[in-house]
Each structure stands twice: as structure tokens, then as C-alpha cells.
């Protein structure tokens, strides 16, 4: 529930879903627009955070 919070959030905070901001990220690096940029860079670093922990929680024999 953590997860879904801190991502909703950060969805209301940026203004952006994950599909979207793919395509606006490539949009406004051409205009020089900084923002979805920023969010497409800090959503593929949260995912590969996930990523991360879920690999050590699976190693460690926790069940999901």
C-alpha cells in the first residue's frame, strides 16, 4: 500500500502517468522543457529501486 501511495503521488506531483510521460519526455527535450524528463528519470530509478529490493527480499526466503 506504500508503493501505491508514494506513486500516486508522485502521478499528482508531476502531472504525468508513465505512458504519457514517455511521450513527453522525448517531446520536450526538444523544447527544452526539463520536467518530464525529470520523471521519466525518477520513475525508471524507482522501478529499478523495486527491482533491487525485491531481489535481496527473495533471496533472504521472505514469501511475497
Known amino acids: 500500500m506504500?508503493?501505491?501511495?508514494?506513486f500516486g503521488v508522485g502521478w499528482g506531483?508531476?502531472?504525468f502517468c508513465p505512458g504519457p510521460a514517455l511521450a513527453s519526455a522525448l517531446a520536450s527535450t526538444w523544447a527544452g522543457v526539463e520536467g518530464p524528463l525529470i520523471f521519466v528519470i525518477a520513475m525508471v530509478a524507482g522501478m529499478g529501486?523495486?527491482?533491487l529490493l525485491?531481489?535481496?527480499r527473495t533471496r533472504a526466503g521472505k514469501p511475497a
Request: net charge negative; proline share 0%.
Open 49 to 51: 529501486l523495486f527491482e
Open 2 to 6: 506504500l508503493g501505491s501511495a508514494v
Open 54 to 56: 525485491e531481489r535481496l
Open 13 to 15: 506531483l508531476a502531472g
